[in-house]
């Protein structure tokens, strides 16, 4: 019998696309962590902590609209408020009563929305790397890491390029990251694994409708959320200002902020094995986790 905390693929339709996700854990509780992971990346990013989390929690890491396996939007919606419809249509359509919500950078966005807008469904939130304000260097080192090639003729020249961006993650650490945001062509080379809208600096998204608006400032998603968080920081980030970190703090009352040493804007890459004992212990912490 197959071991209950193996990962497996599954797929749902949700808001008019297909989304894939990637679950382990006891699939009969209906709590989930759910992970989100950021901007131009998939939910392979998450794969060592998934590991890490499952003997003791059902966990789902999603690919977001317009990566990895999960659908490309026709029209290139990929608002934030669309995002969190679709994540309303998923977690309705798993089944799960409540969630545990750890984001990324956008993942991290979303899941103060949807916290914001679902209070009685979030049970617990964990934010790395995610603050409404952002530092113009960290946006300026995405772009570079995106724009370094179209394509790679095979994964260790796609490690050689990541690897400036990646200084404070092992030589395997950053081969599963290029991995995480890579596919295989039928020729052998190694393109993008998502909308190629997101290597775009000119590409603007579209108007967002009335309905839409009330996403468009964090600060005021921020105020709204009501359950235990946790914000994660790398030690070395460029994305975000010490006091940018402060600030989010003291606008969730009762959160709490945790500092991931050796580690830049992407900590699941750079320390999984931290980031995981971080979000068990947090989780651990709240004595009405639901399972």
């Given at each position: 019998m197959a071991s209950p905390n193996k990962p497996h693929d599954e797929f749902i339709e949700a808001n008019g696309l297909t989304f894939h996700y990637r679950e382990s854990g006891d699939p009969r509780t209906k709590h989930a962590i759910v992970m989100l992971h950021g901007y131009a990346e998939t939910s392979e990013t998450w794969t060592e902590c998934t590991l890490d989390l499952a003997r003791e929690f059902r966990v789902?890491?999603?690919?977001?609209r317009g990566h990895g396996r999960s659908d490309r939007a026709p029209d290139q919606d990929y608002t934030r408020a669309t995002q969190v419809e679709d994540l309303e249509a998923i977690i309705d359509g798993i089944g799960l009563r409540s969630v545990t919500l750890v984001g990324h950078a956008m993942g991290g966005?979303?899941?103060?929305?949807?916290?914001?807008?679902?209070?009685?469904?979030?049970?617990?939130?964990?934010?790395?790397?995610?603050?409404?304000?952002?530092?113009?260097?960290?946006?300026?080192?995405?772009?570079?890491?995106?724009?370094?090639?179209?394509?790679?003729?095979?994964?260790?020249?796609?490690?050689?390029?990541?690897?400036?961006?990646?200084?404070?993650?092992?030589?395997?650490?950053?081969?599963?990251?290029?991995?995480?945001?890579?596919?295989?062509?039928?020729?052998g080379t190694y393109v993008w694994d998502f909308d190629p809208i997101?290597?775009?600096?000119?590409?603007?998204?579209?108007e967002p409708d009335?309905?839409?608006?009330?996403l468009?400032?964090?600060?005021?998603?921020?105020?709204?959320?009501?359950?235990?968080?946790?914000?994660?920081?790398?030690?070395?980030?460029?994305?975000?200002?010490?006091?940018?970190?402060?600030r989010l703090h003291r606008r969730i009352p009762g959160s709490?902020?945790?500092?991931?040493?050796?580690?830049?804007?992407?900590v699941p890459t750079d320390q999984p094995a931290a980031l995981s004992l971080n979000v068990r212990e947090f989780l651990q912490s709240l004595a009405n986790l639901p399972v």
């Amino acid at each position: 019998m197959a071991s209950p905390n193996k990962p497996h693929d599954e797929f749902i339709e949700a808001n008019g696309l297909t989304f894939h996700y990637r679950e382990s854990g006891d699939p009969r509780t209906k709590h989930a962590i759910v992970m989100l992971h950021g901007y131009a990346e998939t939910s392979e990013t998450w794969t060592e902590c998934t590991l890490d989390l499952a003997r003791e929690f059902r966990v789902i890491a999603l690919d977001l609209r317009g990566h990895g396996r999960s659908d490309r939007a026709p029209d290139q919606d990929y608002t934030r408020a669309t995002q969190v419809e679709d994540l309303e249509a998923i977690i309705d359509g798993i089944g799960l009563r409540s969630v545990t919500l750890v984001g990324h950078a956008m993942g991290g966005a979303n899941a103060i929305c949807y916290a914001a807008e679902h209070p009685d469904v979030v049970t617990a939130l964990v934010l790395i790397e995610t603050a409404p304000e952002v530092l113009r260097s960290g946006v300026e080192t995405l772009r570079r890491l995106l724009s370094t090639a179209e394509s790679f003729q095979s994964v260790d020249e796609a490690v050689d390029a990541f690897r400036t961006y990646f200084p404070y993650a092992t030589t395997d650490q950053v081969e599963r990251r290029a991995l995480a945001a890579l596919h295989q062509n039928e020729d052998g080379t190694y393109v993008w694994d998502f909308d190629p809208i997101f290597r775009d600096p000119t590409a603007r998204p579209p108007e967002p409708d009335p309905g839409q608006r009330r996403l468009s400032d964090l600060w005021d998603c921020v105020d709204r959320v009501q359950c235990p968080t946790m914000i994660v920081r790398g030690s070395e980030t460029d994305m975000l200002t010490p006091e940018a970190i402060q600030r989010l703090h003291r606008r969730i009352p009762g959160s709490r902020v945790s500092l991931i040493e050796d580690a830049g804007h992407w900590v699941p890459t750079d320390q999984p094995a931290a980031l995981s004992l971080n979000v068990r212990e947090f989780l651990q912490s709240l004595a009405n986790l639901p399972v």
